[in-house]
């Protein structure tokens, strides 16, 4: 309850009460009761049993639905919920140990978040598997992800991404055609980077601001391209899971606050399994070793 500070006397500074002495020390023992028992008591609004009893059921319904859908999926255990995104955001280095500004403030390029949070972030490039199965799975399972798009392959079914995007994934540029980018020229490279933001614009309705080079492969020409295209940064990642393994770029093969994890849009043509396959050795592998899925952009 909102309380606002004022006068309860009823004399006014050089004003005198014409009242009797007795009756003024009445008034006054019942103003003060009668503020004290309005200082103590819930708002009306505060008061709402019905609406406490409503928010209670609904929530007893999403955890319910929450865990079919972890039945459903094939999950040993539930997905743990990730931390609320960073009211501040981590400075990011680039992966090459210069600083952004030291750099003519080319986009920086990383392979994890510096947090303390112990969350992980799936990206999932390029867009060759298009299956529907996967972004139910997603979508029940409330697990965000980040995708970076090339056309060639993304262009044999818009629609499908554009779900993605109405289910709140950020959809972003792997150039139009997947090329090696140090063998391009400047200019090449710009057309590529340049063209797919395009293409994101005119089927999406954004620019993206995040820009991921096929490969990972890239050169100073690659990150002056990406920025003279609006690119803000270039993430890569630090692990890579398939359907039936993981590959880790550390030594120590292991997970750490903050890394950033590559899968692909594939399916059994180019895996033994599907992308929910994929998923769940996933969410197996970070759930038990106590890591939560956090959504990239919150962190940028």
């Not at 009797?20 to 008591?41: F, N, V, Y």
């Not at 960073?86 to 390029?109: C, M, N, Q, S, Y």
């Not at 999406?204 to 601001?209: D, L, Q």
């Not at 359907?243 to 692909?264: A, C, K």
Request: overall charge positive; glycine content about 6%; some cysteine.
């Amino acid at each position: 309850m909102r309380l606002v500070r004022q006068s309860h006397s009823n004399t006014a500074k050089g004003v005198r009460s014409s009242a009797p002495k007795g009756a003024r020390a009445t008034l006054a023992l019942l103003a003060a009761t009668a503020l004290a028992t309005a200082c103590s008591a819930p708002a009306a609004e505060d008061v709402n049993p019905a609406a406490g009893q409503q928010a209670a059921a609904e929530l007893r319904q999403k955890q319910r639905a929450h865990a079919a859908a972890v039945k459903r999926w094939g999950l040993a255990k539930a997905p743990l919920p990730a931390p609320s995104a960073p009211a501040k955001k981590p400075h990011i280095d680039t992966r090459d140990g210069f600083e952004v500004d030291d750099h003519d403030g080319l986009p920086p390029v990383f392979t994890t978040i510096p947090t303390k949070d112990k969350v992980v972030f799936l990206t999932i490039d390029d867009g060759a598997e298009k299956d529907p199965a996967f972004l139910r799975m997603m979508s029940e399972l409330k697990i965000p992800y980040t995708a970076f798009l090339s056309d060639y392959l993304v262009k044999e079914d818009y629609g499908y991404f554009k779900k993605m995007q109405a289910a709140g994934v950020s959809l972003n540029n792997h150039t139009l055609h997947h090329r090696f980018m140090p063998d391009l020229s400047y200019g090449a490279q710009k057309r590529e980077i340049c063209g797919m933001q395009d293409v994101i614009e005119k089927r999406y309705g954004t620019r993206p601001t995040l820009f991921r080079p096929p490969f990972g492969n890239y050169n100073e020409d690659t990150l002056r391209a990406a920025r003279a295209c609006g690119i803000k940064a270039v993430p890569l990642w630090n692990e890579e899971v398939f359907v039936d393994h993981w590959e880790y770029r550390e030594w120590d093969r292991d997970l750490r606050p903050g890394d950033i994890v590559l899968s692909h849009f594939r399916g059994k043509e180019d895996w033994e399994g599907t992308m929910p396959d994929m998923v769940r050795r996933f969410l197996k592998l970070i759930t038990d070793k106590g890591y939560a899925v956090a959504r990239l952009e919150d962190y940028l």
